[in-house]
């Protein structure tokens, strides 16, 4: 059957039109998108800023490591670039650190008897029988709740690394930690609402062009000789 040259040109310049608008769609869902992550109310970025500060305040070590290496710092020095939903990828799982683990005094309570938060031991393999600790390349932020499930709330690979933690109230834990980029390394602040499940990613201004990686963990872990 043959078709006329009149209804081809049609049938191109309707598929051509349905180009354009998919690509109009695609692009006004991606500009939402963005406006929906970084669009936050002044009294909800104060509040997350505020929450970077007492963490600051509260973990001095971490502050003062890297002010030695890039200056001062200060929650204003932080960026909000990305706030978005968590997938926790949740599971049954107690928590395997337990007492006389030499990573157990690194754990880090709920405020109100919810479990506990743990940063370290997926970088950290301590366990007995290895002849001497490493470091793995990724790392993740495990919440291990009282209720016997364990939700994965933060992973970085071998580009980053979580360095420090603390609960800002039951609700509200902070991450402390590092990202590299091809110019340096730059602090990084994680602000996880757990009722929610939003996390917002904020960065430092500042990039430290050489840094040793393993630097704070191993001032911060004690108990495992990570040298």
């Known amino acids: 059957m043959k078709i006329s040259t009149t209804f081809k040109v049609k049938i191109l310049a309707f598929?051509?039109?349905?180009g354009i608008l998919?690509?109009?769609?695609?692009t006004e869902k991606e500009t939402e998108n963005v406006d929906e992550i970084l669009s936050l109310d002044e009294e909800e970025e104060k509040k997350l800023l505020g929450y970077i500060q007492n963490g600051l305040n509260e973990k001095s070590d971490w502050k003062s490591h890297w002010s030695e290496l890039?200056?001062?710092i200060d929650a204003s020095d932080f960026n909000l670039i990305q706030s978005d939903t968590i997938d926790p990828m949740e599971m049954p799982?107690?928590?395997p650190i337990l007492p006389g683990d030499p990573l157990?005094?690194?754990?880090i309570p709920n405020p109100a008897g919810n479990g506990t938060m743990d940063i370290y031991?997926?970088?950290i393999e301590a366990q007995e029988g290895l002849d001497s600790p490493f470091l793995n390349?990724?790392?993740?932020?495990?919440?291990?709740r009282e209720d016997g499930m364990k939700e994965r709330l933060l992973f970085m690979g071998p580009s980053g690394m979580f360095e420090e933690g603390l609960w800002m109230d039951a609700e509200t834990f902070l991450v402390f930690g590092y990202f590299q980029e091809e110019a340096g390394f730059r602090p990084m602040a994680w602000v996880i609402e757990l009722d929610t499940h939003q996390v917002h990613r904020y960065q430092l201004e500042r990039i430290e062009e050489e840094y040793d990686?393993?630097?704070y963990l191993n001032q911060k872990i004690k108990k495992v000789d990570l040298s």
Do not use: M, T
């Open 22 to 26: 998919v690509a109009c769609e695609s």
């Open 121 to 123: 031991s997926y970088k």
């Open 70 to 72: 890039i200056g001062s």
């Open 15 to 18: 598929l051509v039109l349905a």
């Open 104 to 107: 157990f005094p690194y754990q």
């Open 213 to 215: 990686s393993e630097s």
């Open 93 to 95: 799982e107690k928590n």
């Open 137 to 144: 390349p990724d790392s993740e932020v495990i919440w291990y």
